[in-house]
């Protein structure tokens, strides 16, 4: 086990039965002409967790942790795409239509791809996932039950989204969640802050906050065995 410190009170990391869980890093998020423009946001927004996802991807690969990806999107016929979240927002453009990065959130266009900076390698499964949280509709349960893991290193966009979904159900599923603060990024400033107060609240009623700094620096660290 080790430390990191965290709210509402220290993560107790087991890094053998523990995975880092990045959400969403997509190009349809955070760069312009996207699924996040058409619905009317500030993509730059999102940019801050760039850097401090890199390193901390740097420093899991370096320590040996599973790590997994996922990406928000719709098979190409839209065959998975309720048509209730198609026409949610009424912009003037939405989910299938094509925009400067290809067609919005749809599987194999350059807009749905991870972006370069967080892009996955060899041994890192990538999950498709046509709703908010990463267990609707995809593997995730199985990959967890497979490698017997208790616990998430959940980081990616955006906070009160994809990633609180994720935290959400993830929790009911016994899974200990860790979400790091500076990891997670948010269109709306404030919502990002009212959204990591609300998994720390009450003893951590979702799971816990850190930030990159603690969790790399414990991810340098020899684990002690877990009954110590
Ligand atoms: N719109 C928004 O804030 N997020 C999403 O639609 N998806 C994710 O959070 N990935």
Not at 98 to 109: A, C, T, W
Not at 169 to 179: H, P, S
């Amino acid at each position: 086990m080790v430390q990191i410190p965290a709210q509402p009170y220290e993560f107790a990391l087991d890094p053998d039965k523990a995975a880092l869980l990045i959400i969403d890093m997509q190009r349809d998020f955070v760069e312009p002409g996207g699924f996040g423009a058409a619905l009317g946001n500030d993509v730059s927004l999102l940019r801050s967790a760039i850097a401090p996802l890199e390193a901390l991807l740097a420093a899991a690969r370096q320590a040996g942790l599973f790590i997994m990806h996922t990406r928000e999107g719709h098979k190409p016929d839209l065959s998975d795409l309720h048509e209730t979240k198609r026409i949610r927002g009424r912009g003037a453009m939405t989910i299938g239509d094509r925009g400067p990065m290809g067609r919005i959130l749809v599987i194999g266009e350059p807009g749905h791809d991870i972006i370069p900076e967080l892009y996955p390698v060899a041994g890192e499964p990538v999950i498709d996932k046509p709703g908010k949280g990463a267990f609707y509709n995809t593997e995730l349960s199985d990959i967890i039950a497979e490698r017997g893991l208790t616990q998430l290193i959940v980081c990616g966009v955006t906070t009160e989204v994809c990633v609180h979904t994720t935290v959400r159900e993830a929790n009911d599923r016994g899974i200990e969640c860790l979400v790091l603060s500076d990891c997670t990024a948010s269109y709306f400033p404030d919502f990002h802050v009212a959204a990591l107060r609300m998994i720390a609240a009450q003893g951590g009623i979702f799971g816990w906050v850190s930030d990159s700094q603690s969790a790399i620096a414990a991810l340098a660290e020899p684990a002690e065995p877990a009954d110590s």
